[in-house]
T-cell receptor
Framework: GESVGLHLPTLSVQEGDNSIINCAYS??????FIWYKQESGKGPQFIID?????DKRQGQRVTVLLNKTVKHLSLQIAATQPGDSAVYFC???????????FGTGTRLKVLA | DTGVSQDPRHKITKRGQNVTFRCDPI?????LYWYRQTLGQGPEFLTY????????KSRLLSNRFSAERPKGSFSTLEIQRTEQGDSAMYLC?????????????FGSGTRLTVV
């Protein structure tokens, strides 16, 4: 199948280990953020979101951390599984708009 | 199928030809968005509709691109006189009324290759 991104930064982790994917966003006024997962040949799939009035949010096996001081987001995946292999993007929503600005993306490879 | 549907999934065209893509949003969603994604990059916003009104267009949307949503349901994106630089994945998304940017759902995209 086609590849989402051929020259993306790649993070390789052993199955069962925790993964941390980082992202820098651009607009200090952005007030809503999403992490997306994108598999080959598919559109981005929502994983978890966070509003700017929070610094941490937890989901099932995933946690998002927001550091507004340095405009940084991270996605932590616990007990990484083969099905987590994909490209991960952070996206920010600038205030007063209905669009997202996506980061560069990171390819996560889970090694068996 | 209750997801966002895009057609065709793949399109190969010769430079200079016109192409048109279709997006069918989730039925109760009133907002519809088009994004473009080139290899190795994240999706880039092109335009969005609220019902049939096109409310925002990116500077990326050159005068060769036109998008319509005539009845506030499905949308089409047309590219005239295609260029090799138009080769990309064209993604459509929709979101429900009253939720702003929440509840975005993306389709699987149309992969355009201009040869």
């Amino acid at each position: 199948g086609e590849s989402v991104g051929l020259h993306l930064p790649t993070l390789s982790v052993q199955e069962g280990d925790n993964s941390i994917i980082n992202c820098a966003y651009s607009n200090s006024a952005s007030d809503y953020f999403i992490w997306y997962k994108q598999e080959s040949g598919k559109g981005p799939q929502f994983i978890i979101d966070i509003r700017s009035n929070m610094d941490k949010r937890q989901g099932q096996r995933v946690t998002v951390l927001l550091n507004k001081t340095v405009k940084h987001l991270s996605l932590q995946i616990a007990a990484t599984q083969p099905g987590d292999s994909a490209v991960y993007f952070c996206a920010e929503n600038p205030p007063g708009t209905y669009k997202y600005i996506f980061g560069t993306g990171t390819r996560l490879k889970v090694l068996a | 199928d209750t997801g966002v549907s895009q057609d065709p999934r793949h399109k190969i065209t010769k430079r200079g030809q016109n192409v048109t893509f279709r997006c069918d949003p989730i039925s109760e969603h009133n907002r519809l968005y088009w994004y473009r994604q080139t290899l190795g990059q994240g999706p880039e916003f092109l335009t969005y509709f609220q019902n049939e009104a096109q409310l925002e267009k990116s500077r990326l949307l050159s005068n060769r691109f036109s998008a319509e949503r005539p009845k506030g349901s499905f949308s089409t994106l047309e590219i005239q006189r295609t260029e090799q630089g138009d080769s990309a994945m064209y993604l459509c998304a929709s979101s429900p009324p009253g939720q702003g940017v929440y509840g975005y759902t993306f389709g699987s995209g149309t992969r355009l290759t201009v040869v």
